[in-house]
């Protein structure tokens, strides 16, 4: 095994690991904490962002799967080699089983220790809103399927660049809030294997369905993607390819992003506080704001008290005196 696998197979591990203990933890140890607990929403969320957080510091290594159902999924897609495919499902469950460790270690260190269902996926009878097994499979199929769509498209090309992370985080935090009812929520073999062997009983006798079940929903999730994306479908291809680039213009940052947002709605709100203060419904004009054309915002200091700001937010330019006494 070369150094860059090993490198690779360390960060699933770190990554799976940090997954379950802080999504499962966040199940165990505060969703019912008295007066404080942050229930399901915060649970979904909680799962949400140990897919953020770890896609922006293990994506460039491993590319961040945590997940032997992404991982199948993607070599489905022809996105992941094969040879990498038993080594990274090994790692993952290796993080899982660790990350479960750690959390049965916290959540047993009290007196009147009790770990409940310790965050373990079940259905029937172990299924938090009591649904059948069929229920409890064609969730986590539909579900799975649905995540690999949103993950492909998310790192396909034409898609905005920096947002995937974002995307996906989001993406399972919206699984969480409708299915945690149904199975607690897999989609995930490795997050289900770990609580599973600490639990036991039940949990590893139901544990089938939570890897088969993701695994073909995975592979139908990258089956429907690669029709879309199809190197057959040139046509549609050659016909989309240039608009959707020039509509996208993936931004080359984060921060440029989030400037392409912010500005335009600063605009908008200085154009409606003009109109009001203006009309006589706020106080008289004192401070002016000058937008022209430039391309950064300069500060100029004024005759008076005014204060002068040259510059352009948006798609907006123009002159506003906005303030008030």
Same mark, same amino acid.
């Given at each position: 095994?070369?150094?860059?696998?090993?490198?690779?197979?360390?960060?699933?591990?770190?990554?799976?690991?940090?997954?379950?203990?802080?999504? !499962?933890?966040?199940?165990? %140890?505060?969703?019912?904490?008295?007066?404080?607990?942050?229930?399901?929403?915060?649970?979904s969320l909680a799962f949400g962002l140990t897919v953020?957080?770890?896609?922006?510091?293990?994506?460039?290594?491993?590319? !961040?799967?945590? +997940?032997?159902?992404?991982?199948?999924?993607?070599?489905?897609?022809?996105?992941?080699?094969?040879?990498?495919?038993?080594?990274?499902?090994?790692?993952?469950?290796?993080?899982?089983?660790?990350?479960?460790? &750690?959390?049965?270690?916290?959540?047993?260190?009290?007196?009147?220790?009790?770990?409940?269902?310790?965050?373990?996926?079940?259905?029937?009878?172990?299924?938090?809103?009591?649904?059948?097994?069929?229920?409890?499979?064609?969730?986590?199929?539909?579900?799975?399927?649905?995540?690999?769509?949103?993950?492909?498209?998310?790192?396909?090309?034409?898609?905005?660049?920096?947002?995937?992370? @974002?995307?996906?985080?989001? !993406?399972?935090?919206?699984?969480?809030?409708?299915?945690?009812?149904?199975?607690?929520?897999?989609?995930?073999?490795?997050?289900? %294997?770990?609580?599973?062997?600490?639990?036991?009983?039940?949990?590893?006798?139901?544990?089938?369905?939570?890897?088969?079940?993701?695994?073909?929903?995975?592979?139908?999730?990258?089956?429907?993607?690669?029709?879309?994306?199809?190197?057959?479908?040139?046509? &549609?291809?050659?016909?989309?390819?240039?608009?959707?680039?020039?509509?996208?213009?993936?931004?080359?940052?984060?921060?440029?992003?989030?400037?392409?947002?912010?500005?335009?709605?600063?605009? %908008?709100?200085?154009?409606?506080?003009?109109?009001?203060?203006?009309?006589?419904?706020?106080?008289?004009?004192?401070?002016?704001?000058?937008?022209?054309?430039?391309?950064?915002?300069?500060?100029?200091? +004024?005759?008076?008290?005014?204060?002068?700001?040259?510059?352009? @937010?948006?798609?907006?330019?123009?002159?506003?005196?906005?303030?008030?006494?």
């Open positions: 095994m070369n150094t860059l696998m090993l490198k690779k197979l360390m960060a699933e591990g770190i990554g799976t690991a940090w997954l379950v203990l802080g999504g !499962c933890g966040s199940a165990v %140890l505060a969703a019912a904490f008295p007066e404080v607990g942050i229930g399901l929403l915060g649970v953020v957080t770890m896609a922006y510091a293990i994506g460039p290594i491993s590319g !961040c799967h945590l +997940n032997p159902a992404v991982t199948i999924g993607l070599m489905v897609a022809g996105k992941h080699p094969k040879s990498e495919v038993f080594p990274y499902i090994f790692a993952q469950s290796v993080g899982g089983i660790i990350g479960a460790g &750690i959390l049965y270690m916290i959540a047993t260190g009290k007196a009147d220790a009790s770990i409940g269902g310790f965050a373990t996926n079940g259905y029937g009878e172990h299924s938090p809103g009591g649904y059948t097994a069929l229920a409890g499979f064609v969730t986590e199929f539909i579900a799975t399927a649905f995540f690999l769509f949103v993950i492909l498209g998310s790192t396909n090309k034409l898609a905005p660049s920096g947002f995937a992370p @974002l995307s996906i985080g989001l !993406c399972l935090t919206l699984i969480h809030l409708f299915t945690i009812p149904i199975t607690n929520t897999s989609v995930n073999p490795a997050r289900s %294997l770990g609580p599973a062997l600490f639990l036991g009983g039940f949990a590893l006798k139901q544990l089938w369905l939570f890897w088969l079940a993701p695994i073909m929903g995975a592979a139908l999730g990258s089956y429907v993607y690669k029709y879309i994306y199809s190197e057959s479908g040139k046509h &549609i291809e050659e016909k989309t390819r240039k608009p959707v680039e020039e509509i996208i213009q993936p931004p080359r940052s984060l921060g440029q992003s989030m400037r392409k947002i912010i500005t335009p709605l600063l605009s %908008l709100l200085l154009i409606i506080y003009s109109t009001v203060s203006q009309a006589g419904l706020l106080f008289e004009p004192a401070v002016g704001y000058n937008f022209t054309s430039k391309t950064r915002l300069q500060k100029n200091y +004024n005759s008076g008290d005014g204060i002068g700001y040259g510059g352009r @937010l948006g798609y907006i330019s123009g002159t506003f005196q906005l303030g008030f006494d």
